[in-house]
Structure formats: structure tokens, C-alpha cells
């Protein structure tokens, strides 16, 4: 067990919906990563915050949100959504504020859009 | 800007069989390096870590040597076990005005019986 809680695990929408994503991160870890795991396997990265603040943003698009909230837990907000948005969401958490700190992962939200 | 690239799969190999998944990196100043591994309907969990030139991380039989003068951090392992099947992730995390953590493709093993 990881310690990082993501929920729904599964879940099945229609385009053009919006849906909201959760993650609670392990224990005494200030950061939240997000990540999109596409079929063939590939890890996007989509962003990271740290204590509350953005700390770096990659290949998100614009219909796509995340905030970090004070309890530290985050949320990641998908809209309009596209056929192509199918995928397994996952969320990481580490300490945030050294090299050497690993990742936690959580076990993934898969999401189809049909 | 910092990548890392590692060979493509998937490799298929028989139980008890030497295995060798290649890494290279690209980095500016000292990043750690990285093994995460993902069990089928799994998150990455990590494997090893390595946070300077030449140090050995190892676990559960796998090892790799942070080679800094090859930018390398190929995985081995010298027996397969079919429990071995997965996706291996090589990624690197370094400090870019935030410490961010960049991920392979990812390499997926198949162990046979």
C-alpha cells in the first residue's frame, strides 16, 4: 500500500462531459503529481504541485485543471471530454523538496469516455 | 531540456534468464535516478534509487549503477522469475527551479515458464 488514495477508480462518461478526479497523498508528503497512462503504455506527465502552488505544468491541455487544496489533497478536472481522454489517471505524491525523494503512486482512475 | 530514454520492449525472455533493460539520460546538473516498476492493474511502485555517480541501487535481486561518464542506468537482473513480468519505468528527477520527475516510455517484460 502506497498510501495514496485516488478515487473513483473506475469511471464511464460521455463526451462532451466533465468529470473530477481526487487524490490523497501519502502521509507527510507535501506534493501531487498527475499523470495520463495511455494504452500503449506511455506516461504523461500533466502536472505537479507542491504545498498548494503550481510547481510545474507539462503537456496539459487546456480543458484540463488541477488544484491542490489546504488538506493537501488534490483534484483534477477534465472537461469537454474527448474519446482520446480515455486512459488510466494516476496521481503521485513525495516529499516535494529534495532530489532523492521517490514517488508514491496510487492505484489509477481509469476513465473511458464513449 | 532533461529526458530519458530507455529500450524499446517487449522483451521476452525464459524463467532463470540474465536481463539487461537499457537507460540513458539527459540532465543538467546531478538529477537521481530511478527504477519504478507496474504490476499489471498497478501503480508504479519504485524498485531502486541511485542519487550519485556510481552509487548501486538494488532490491529484490535487481541492481543498477549510476554511470555519469555514459549518462546510463541500465537495469539487470541475473534470474528471471516469471513474478518479474511487468513494465519497468527508468526516470530522473532534478532540480529545474522545482524538482521534477521525468519518466522513460517504459519497457515491458514478458517472463516465460
Known amino acids: 500500500d502506497s498510501g495514496v488514495t485516488q478515487t473513483p477508480k473506475h469511471l464511464i462518461t460521455a463526451t462532451g462531459q466533465r468529470v473530477t478526479l481526487r487524490c490523497s497523498p501519502r502521509?507527510?508528503?507535501?506534493?501531487v503529481y498527475w499523470y495520463q497512462q495511455s494504452l500503449d503504455q506511455g506516461l504523461q506527465f500533466l502536472i505537479q504541485?507542491?504545498?498548494?502552488?503550481?510547481?510545474a505544468k507539462g503537456n496539459i491541455l487546456e480543458r484540463f485543471s488541477a488544484q491542490q487544496f489546504p488538506d493537501l489533497h488534490s483534484e483534477l478536472n477534465l472537461s469537454s471530454l474527448e474519446l482520446g481522454d480515455s486512459a488510466l489517471y494516476f496521481c503521485?505524491?513525495?516529499?516535494?523538496?529534495?532530489?532523492?525523494?521517490?514517488?508514491?503512486f496510487g492505484n489509477g482512475t481509469r476513465l473511458t469516455v464513449t | 531540456g532533461n529526458s530519458v530514454t530507455q529500450m524499446e520492449g517487449p522483451v521476452t525472455l525464459s524463467e532463470e534468464a540474465f536481463l539487461t533493460i537499457n537507460c540513458t539520460y539527459t540532465?543538467?546538473?546531478?538529477?537521481?535516478l530511478f527504477w519504478y516498476v507496474q504490476y499489471p492493474g498497478e501503480g508504479l511502485q519504485l524498485l531502486l534509487k541511485?542519487?550519485?555517480?556510481?552509487d548501486k541501487g538494488s532490491n529484490k535481486g535487481f541492481e543498477a549503477t549510476y554511470r555519469k561518464e555514459t549518462t546510463s542506468f541500465h537495469l539487470e537482473k541475473g534470474s528471471v522469475q516469471v513474478s518479474d513480468s511487468a513494465v519497468y519505468f527508468c526516470?530522473?528527477?532534478?532540480?529545474?527551479?522545482?524538482?521534477?520527475?521525468?519518466f522513460g516510455a517504459g519497457t515491458r517484460l514478458f517472463v516465460k515458464a
Open positions: 503521485a505524491s513525495s516529499r516535494g523538496d529534495r532530489a532523492n525523494s521517490p514517488l508514491h
Open positions: 502521509s507527510g508528503d507535501l506534493s
Open positions: 504541485y507542491y504545498n498548494g502552488e503550481e510547481r
Open positions: 540532465a543538467t546538473g546531478y538529477p537521481s
Open positions: 541511485a542519487t550519485k555517480a556510481d
Open positions: 526516470a530522473l528527477t532534478a532540480n529545474t527551479g522545482g524538482f521534477k520527475t521525468i
